[in-house]
């Protein structure tokens, strides 16, 4: 018997000593620096292809309505976005045609609605525009990606002096991050 005391005894002072060094033993750890980076993406503008324009007799206006006007940002950024408009002046192949100067061409926004985090102010006929200068018409500050769609009210001062055919003009928006 005194063989199996002696072993249970020599058994238990091993797993005595096991546990004590593994209670002194400290525990270690290391940092790893994770990075995500986030792809920018661009900022577009959509416009109808084509507006026409009632047709009115001279002296009178020609009025229209330009469709949806969209600008998606999908830059990710936080530093908005700006659009403007530019107009040339409207000429006609018909003989003894007069040119209508684009500052006779007038575009009036209406106020944008937008998804995601775009605020475009409310406008205040800082979209009325006359004449073909580069003008602004919407602006947004953003923080995020967004879309904004407006559509304009517009109108051309057909003069006393023009002669009957189709005049054409290209209205073109630029949108600036």
Known sequence: MR??????????????????????????????????????????????????????????????TVGAVTVTDATASTFGWATTITVTDFTST????????????????????????AVVPVVTNAGQVNGGALVPVQTATTNGNNVATWTAAVSLAVPATAIAGTYNATLTHTVLP
Do not use: E, H, K, M
């Open 3 to 64: 063989n199996i005391t002696r072993a249970s005894i020599a058994l238990i002072g091993a797993v005595a000593l096991t546990g004590a060094t593994a209670l002194s033993a400290s525990a270690a750890s290391d940092t790893t620096t994770t990075t995500a980076a986030v792809a920018a993406g661009v900022v577009t503008i959509t416009v109808p292809p084509t507006l026409a324009l009632t047709s009115p007799g001279v002296g009178t206006a020609a009025t229209g």
């Open 94 to 117: 018909a003989a003894g045609a007069v040119t209508i100067p684009a500052a006779d061409f007038s575009y009036t926004a209406t106020d944008a609605d937008t998804t995601g985090s």
